[in-house]
C-alpha cells in the first residue's frame, strides 16, 4: 500500500484565497509606491499581498478593503566564485526588529529567530547548484517560478533544482511570485492558499503546512489518492505532467477531440515523491506541492 504524506490542500477545510509573497515597491527598487501597489493588487482581485522590499519592513498608510497585507523583507547576498546569489524572503517578523545585512549566516540566523515562514528566492537566477538549494537545513520552501527573472533573462522557473533536491530525499515546496519590480510584473505567478478564515495566523499556518499550489493561470482542482493511483483534475491543459524522479513519471497530453482536464498517476512501489506539473495552451503553468510517497509491504 501506498501512503501520503503530505496535507493535501484540495482535501483541507475553508476556501481557496489567492496571494503573491514577493513584490518591491518604491521603498527599495519597486516602481510604484506601497500604497499604489498595495491597491494594484487587490484591483487584479488578490487576497493577500507581501511587500518585500530590499533590506526594510514596508508599511503601507491605507490596506485596501479586502486586502491582507503580510509584512515581509528580501536578504540577499553575494558569495562564491562564481557568484551565488543567496536571497531569503520572509514574512512574519516581528514588529521593531531591524532587518539583517551580512553573509550568508547571519541573513540565515536572522530568519530562523525572526521570520514565520521563509524562502529561497529564484535559485536559476541566484546561479545555486542543486546541492546548495537544499543547504539551509530549515528552509523548506522555494520559488518554482519567479516572473520578473523569467521576463528579464529567462531564468524564472527552477522545476531541474527543484527535481534533484527531492529526489535526494529532501523534502520542499514551491511558490509562484511576481517579484514585482515594474507594474508589467503585476499578476504573473501566485499561489492559491487553502484556509478557514483570511487572518496572518491562518495564512501563516497555511503556508507552513504546504496548504497551497503554485500557478502562473491554470487551476488545480482536486487531487485524491484511491488505491495507489494519484488523480488530478485541472482547468483544460495541453498536458498534465507527474514528475516523480528520475526516469519516473508520466504525461497525459490533449488530443485533436480536445484539451485535458484530468489525469491519473499508478505509483510503481519505489517513487520518493509524485508533483503535478499543468500547462495550459498558452504555456502557462500550474504546481502542486510534493506528494511524499511512503510504501507499505503488504497489509492495509
Known amino acids: 500500500m501506498t501512503e501520503l504524506t503530505f496535507e493535501n490542500p484540495f482535501r483541507a477545510p475553508g476556501r481557496w484565497w489567492r496571494g503573491n509573497l514577493h513584490t518591491h515597491t518604491t521603498r527599495s527598487d519597486g516602481e510604484l509606491s506601497p500604497d499604489e501597489t498595495a491597491a494594484a493588487y487587490r484591483s487584479l482581485g488578490y487576497d493577500f499581498l507581501a511587500i518585500t522590499d530590499h533590506g526594510c519592513v514596508t ?3 491605507e490596506v ?3 486586502l491582507l497585507l503580510l509584512p515581509g523583507v528580501e536578504h540577499g547576498t553575494v558569495e562564491g566564485d562564481p557568484p551565488r546569489a543567496w536571497h531569503l524572503v520572509s514574512v512574519g517578523m516581528t514588529p521593531g526588529v531591524p532587518p539583517a545585512g551580512g553573509d550568508l549566516a547571519t541573513l540565515h540566523a536572522w530568519v530562523r ?8 528566492a529564484h535559485p536559476y537566477w541566484s546561479n545555486l547548484s542543486e546541492d546548495e538549494c537544499a543547504s539551509l537545513d530549515d ?3 522555494t520559488e518554482i517560478y519567479n516572473a520578473v527573472c523569467e521576463r528579464c533573462i529567462d531564468r524564472g522557473c527552477s522545476d531541474s533544482a527543484w527535481d534533484y533536491v527531492l529526489d ?3 523534502r520542499m515546496n514551491a511558490i509562484a511570485v511576481d517579484d514585482a519590480h515594474t507594474t508589467g510584473d503585476f499578476g504573473r505567478g501566485w499561489i492559491m492558499l487553502r484556509a478557514g478564515r483570511l487572518d496572518r495566523d491562518a495564512v501563516y499556518d497555511a503556508l507552513r503546512r504546504g496548504c497551497f499550489y503554485a500557478t502562473t493561470g491554470p487551476e488545480i482542482r482536486d487531487l485524491v489518492l484511491d488505491d495507489d493511483v494519484l488523480r488530478v483534475s485541472t482547468s483544460p491543459a495541453r498536458s498534465v505532467r507527474f514528475l516523480a524522479g528520475n526516469l519516473r513519471g508520466a504525461c497525459t497530453w490533449a488530443t485533436d477531440a480536445g484539451p485535458v482536464d484530468s489525469a491519473e498517476y499508478r505509483f510503481t512501489g519505489d517513487e ?4 503535478v506539473l499543468v500547462e495550459d495552451a498558452a504555456g502557462r503553468r500550474a504546481w502542486t506541492n510534493p506528494v511524499y510517497v511512503e510504501h507499505n509491504a503488504g497489509g492495509d
Open 59 to 61: 508599511g503601507v498608510s
Open 64 to 66: 485596501p478593503e479586502g
Open 113 to 120: 529567530e525572526h521570520a514565520v515562514f521563509s524562502w529561497l
Open 139 to 141: 528552509v523548506r520552501t
Open 168 to 170: 535526494s530525499g529532501v
Open 272 to 275: 520518493r515523491y509524485v508533483r
